[in-house]
């Protein structure tokens, strides 16, 4: 696929609201990027979104001239109170964007509690939206899979063990050359990051495995996408990218102008 940068622009959203349920004082920003790229259809890639999670996608929705016609992929954490902050249902955001969008897809992050509510989503194609666990084949967009939560060993919401993630994540990509793999944890590719943040195994994986897109979320790097043999990782913590054959231009005006 290609993968040509048409356009950025920074917003300034909420920011996390802090142990006493004031907003933080610094600024917090969200970064919205248009992409040129021979996708089969337009797709948004995000997450990270937390307590803006909800509003962002209803502007989306007024701002996009067919939003019916987007398909929408999270790799978790759209609710909790903010960057660093407490853990929340993404119920409302998930909904909000199976209302807006063609369809959905998601993993839910660290910050999201499991929600037996949103995981029963489902498109109209009938495909599930919670894609954790499940490998699916969807029309015009291939297969696709995804696993919940981070690699860890702490007592902590969405956490789980290195062993028991990778065994789930080498299950479900064997034997089917995925098209995009979901994951809110981090694969370690310095080459693309320039940091050392990350998971080398899960990396690892998924370029032995040809999975051709790895969307990930839980840490914002500025140097944020590129590919690693057949793999095309794509780091969406805190941006919204819209992939579309004929970049709209959306964002030359102000999102708030909505
Ligand atoms: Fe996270």
């Not at 929340?88 to 998930?94: P, V």
């Amino acid at each position: 696929m290609s993968f040509e940068i048409h356009s950025e622009k920074k917003i300034e959203v909420q920011p996390p609201f802090q142990k006493d349920m004031r907003p933080a004082k610094h600024k917090a920003n969200v970064f919205l990027v248009e992409v040129q790229a021979n996708v089969p259809c337009p797709i948004i890639l995000c997450s990270d979104l937390h307590t803006n999670a909800k509003d962002l996608i209803e502007r989306l929705g007024r701002k996009l001239p067919e939003p019916k016609e987007w398909t929408f992929l999270s790799a978790g954490d759209m609710s909790g109170t903010g960057i660093l902050g407490g853990n929340g249902y993404s119920e409302e955001a998930i909904r909000s964007a199976l209302e807006t969008f063609r369809r959905v897809y998601f993993v839910e992050g660290n910050h999201d509690l499991e929600s037996s509510y949103s995981r029963g989503f489902r498109n109209e194609d009938g495909s599930h939206c919670h894609v954790s666990g499940r490998v699916q084949e969807v029309e015009n967009l291939g297969w696709i899979t995804g696993i919940d939560g981070v690699i860890s060993s702490k007592k902590k919401n969405q956490r789980r063990r290195k062993s028991d993630y990778l065994s789930t994540l080498g299950r479900l990509t064997k034997g089917t050359t995925i098209d995009w793999l979901l994951t809110h944890d981090i694969p370690l590719i310095e080459e693309i990051t320039d940091s050392a943040i990350g998971h080398r195994e899960l990396r690892d994986l998924v370029v032995e495995e040809k999975v051709q897109h790895h969307l990930f979320g839980h840490h914002c790097f500025s140097w944020w996408q590129g590919k690693i043999e057949e793999t095309r990782f794509i780091n969406v913590d805190s941006r919204i990218v819209f992939l579309s054959q004929e970049p709209l231009g959306l964002f030359s005006d102000s999102m708030y102008d909505i």
